[in-house]
């Protein structure tokens, strides 16, 4: 075989683009709003933890992946252009799309009437691109964007290129701008979505009008107390989710780490909703009729023990979600390899657990 796919189809293939024409901004030029980066602060690199946080190796490398990241603006700007040079790149999964785990997508609109508009093609070998995500536009007027950020990818450089002279505006205000707080494993961190706006943060952010912060660390949510000790950092939450069964070993792992993340949480946050999420279905669960394990019996018998303790001590506003109803009608047709979700199912996942918080929340 001597053709490249994209000599045969030629929609296979990307377009790349210079720097000659465009105005070029960083995340903190002003309008722009940058979202779910908690503790940087303007002119610092993008990181979902502090830089100071060290638990471990693996948790240090995926707090520099930028699952959940987001911008958002208006703006009257004819075209867009994204300029990216990746760091702490994964861009070898055998189960993960190159634009899901280092590239943009682009959404047009407000909350739930956002609508899916480009993804950054690029050279998947490549460290740095420069690409268009949007345009040329035929009506010159104030649109609202939205960009997601790759989610399995740090970014040591991003600019974005858009019309010279275009005017910049800040987005339309979240109606509650205090964000809701999800830790988990690969799962919530995005693996395996074919590109990051159907991540499942970035999904019930659309769903409920709502900012998230995404701490999903691929592997490595286990469920620390140091980890529930950062996240209690944070001023101001709309609620907790937690959803880290599938790193937290077995039951045994679950019952030694999450009564202790639990009350960690409440020393600074007292009375801001948690919800308790088991992990979702997974193919090995599911192999035969006999229905699930032993094992998935124990993890919610766990998680429910916790909600029973909390409630004896007072404590009202713990919840549980049982992750086997996420996937929905058929979860085995809802991962890529028996494990990790596909696109089909972080809707099924997103759109199941958006109205339990929605209702919590009140």
Not at 3 to 19: H, Q, S, W, Y
Not at 44 to 53: M, N, Q
Not at 251 to 269: I, M, W, Y
Not at 350 to 361: D, G, N, Q, Y
């Amino acid at each position: 075989m001597t053709k490249k796919l994209e000599e045969i189809d030629p929609a296979m293939g990307f377009v790349t683009v210079n720097r000659d024409g465009m105005d070029w901004h960083t995340v903190d030029s002003p309008g722009f709003e940058l979202n779910g980066f908690y503790w940087r602060k303007p002119g610092e690199i993008l990181r979902r933890l502090p830089e100071s946080v060290k638990i471990t190796e693996e948790l240090d490398i995926l707090a520099w992946n930028t699952a959940g990241g987001m911008l958002r603006f208006r703006s009257d700007t004819s075209d867009i252009r994204i300029a990216a040079q990746l760091d702490h790149a994964f861009k070898n999964s055998d189960i993960g799309t190159a634009v899901g785990g280092c590239g943009f997508d682009l959404y047009l609109g407000q909350g739930a009437a956002k609508t899916f508009h480009r993804v950054t093609r690029f050279d998947a070998t490549a460290d740095e691109y420069t690409v268009p995500i949007f345009g040329p536009a035929p009506v010159k007027k104030i649109r609202e964007f939205t960009i997601h950020f790759p989610l399995y990818s740090g970014l040591k450089k991003l600019e974005f290129g858009l019309t010279p002279g275009a005017q910049i505006l800040p987005p339309t205000p979240w109606p509650d701008p205090r964000p809701i707080v999800l830790y988990g494993t690969s799962i919530e961190q995005g693996g395996c979505a074919s590109r990051p706006g159907m991540c499942p943060t970035n999904q019930m952010s659309r769903l409920l009008n709502r900012p998230f912060l995404n701490f999903g660390f691929s592997g490595n949510g286990r469920g620390q107390k140091e980890a529930a000790e950062i996240l209690a950092e944070i001023a101001d939450p709309a609620m907790y989710v937690l959803e880290y069964d599938a790193n937290a070993g077995d039951a045994a792992g679950l019952r030694q780490t999450l009564p202790v993340f639990v009350e960690t949480l409440r020393l600074k946050h007292p009375d801001t909703p948690i919800l308790l999420v088991s992990k979702t279905p997974t193919a090995g669960e599911l192999k035969d009729d006999a229905g699930y394990p032993e094992s998935r019996r124990e993890l919610t018998e766990t998680h429910l023990s916790v909600l029973a303790q909390r409630r004896a001590m007072g404590d009202q506003n713990v919840h549980f979600l049982d992750g086997t109803a996420l996937y929905g009608p058929d979860p085995t047709e809802c991962t890529v390899d028996g494990c990790h979700a596909t696109d089909l199912g972080f809707y099924f996942e997103s759109r199941r657990m958006a109205p339990v918080i929605a209702r919590i929340l009140g």
